[in-house]
Nanobody
Framework: QFQLVESGGTLVQPGGSLRLSCAAS??????????IGWFRQAPGKEREGVSC????????AYGDSVKGRFTISRDNAKRAVYLQMSGLKFEDTAVYYC??????????????????WGQGTQVTVSS
């Protein structure tokens, strides 16, 4: 049974930092075969691509709203992907989801390309 589980979401003050984790299990292929993306959805808004990391070594992509503030990384031995977030803003408040697809290079353009999704973790930025 394929499963992605996000963790690390919480309430944080503006300007603060947070690290989200995405743990994978039950995949048919080795974890490093999969490109992994982080997406987020705020109430009343469409799902937005935050960041992704490819199976191709070294390729990462970031949404314009998070460039320079968020960093994605992966640890294939632990079957995990991390999203380090800093300089958090009110508008970063959302449910954050990780997703996986078996392809070489990741993309943030079409969330529907991702086959496997986690249940999400809530990040709230508030003073």
């Amino acid at each position: 049974q394929f499963q992605l589980v996000e963790s690390g979401g919480t309430l944080v003050q503006p300007g603060g930092s947070l690290r989200l984790s995405c743990a994978a299990s039950g995949f048919t292929f080795d974890f490093d075969y999969y490109a992994i993306g982080w997406f987020r959805q705020a109430p009343g808004k469409e799902r937005e691509g935050v960041s992704c990391i490819s199976r191709v070594p070294g390729y990462r992509a970031y949404g314009d709203s998070v460039k320079g503030r968020f960093t994605i990384s992966r640890d294939n031995a632990k079957r995990a992907v991390y999203l380090q977030m800093s300089g958090l803003k009110f508008e970063d408040t959302a449910v954050y989801y990780c997703a996986a697809v078996n392809r070489d290079r990741c993309s943030l353009k079409e969330p529907s390309e991702y086959v496997y999704w986690g249940q999400g973790t809530q990040v709230t930025v508030s003073s």
